[in-house]
């Protein structure tokens, strides 16, 4: 078996990486996802090494189980043994929760309004002189939040840009919002990840992270590369 493991290893961590990568975070947000996903991930290992050793232990030595009540096992097995693992996962998860909340006062954020219709992006950048608009692109400036609210003319959709930080729906007849944050350049892809008709899988877009100075002046001329 591990010269097996070995060979495919290698092509399931492949899949960790990518510009739409949840694994491969380009900012704050994404980063704090990301390293409570690992954290799930070992726990989870952990508690699946306890189990199967529980498992092995009555397989080969049967005597040892036959000696516990079913009580004891239940108590133990089934209550304090995942309890630890458990407390551990829940503080982390609210720790890094707080990384996702957009305060009051953080920043000069961008506003972007997003408008989602079957099957694409736009993107209204509110505030900005001409209110510009791209579509299936969302040009961002790097080390700055940016506040998207999204908005949908027809049914629900949900953006998320994996890279960059977690999903929001996009509901008719609601404005619902998220902060984004990048700290690096670079393109990272956008889609939509709440399942919206036949054209779900194609209703993808793409994140453009600019230096500041860059952004600006793409900025002022509507985004016209």
């Not at 305060?103 to 099957?119: I, K, S, T």
């Not at 999903?167 to 709440?194: M, Q, S, W, Y």
Request: charged share 15%; glycine share 12%; net charge negative.
């Amino acid at each position: 078996m591990f010269p097996a493991v070995l060979l495919v290893a290698p092509v399931l961590l492949a899949g960790c990486a990518g510009d739409a990568s949840a694994l491969d975070p380009a900012g704050p947000g994404a980063r704090a996802i990301a390293r409570l996903w690992w954290v799930m991930f070992f726990a989870a290992i952990v508690l699946f090494a306890l189990v199967m050793g529980l498992f092995a232990l009555v397989m080969l030595k049967p005597s040892v189980g036959a000696r516990l009540p079913a009580g004891r096992w239940i108590l133990w097995g089934g209550l304090v043994m995942p309890a630890p693992v458990l407390m551990a996962l829940l503080l982390v998860s609210l720790v890094q929760g707080e990384h996702l909340l957009a305060r009051e006062g953080e920043g000069d954020p961008l506003r972007v309004e997003a408008h989602a219709r079957q099957w694409q992006w736009e993107f209204h950048y509110v505030g900005a002189e001409g209110g510009p608009v791209t579509v299936g692109v969302l040009h961002m400036p790097v080390d700055r939040p940016v506040d998207i609210v999204t908005v949908s003319a027809d049914v629900i959709h949900s953006l998320w840009v994996p890279a960059l930080g977690g999903k929001i729906d996009a509901v008719p007849g609601h404005r619902n919002h998220v902060r984004l944050v990048a700290d690096r350049t670079g393109t990272f892809g956008g889609l939509c990840a709440e399942y919206c008709g036949t054209g779900h899988t194609t209703m993808r877009f793409e994140v453009k992270v600019h230096e500041a100075g860059a952004f600006l002046d793409l900025l002022e001329r509507d985004f016209a590369e």
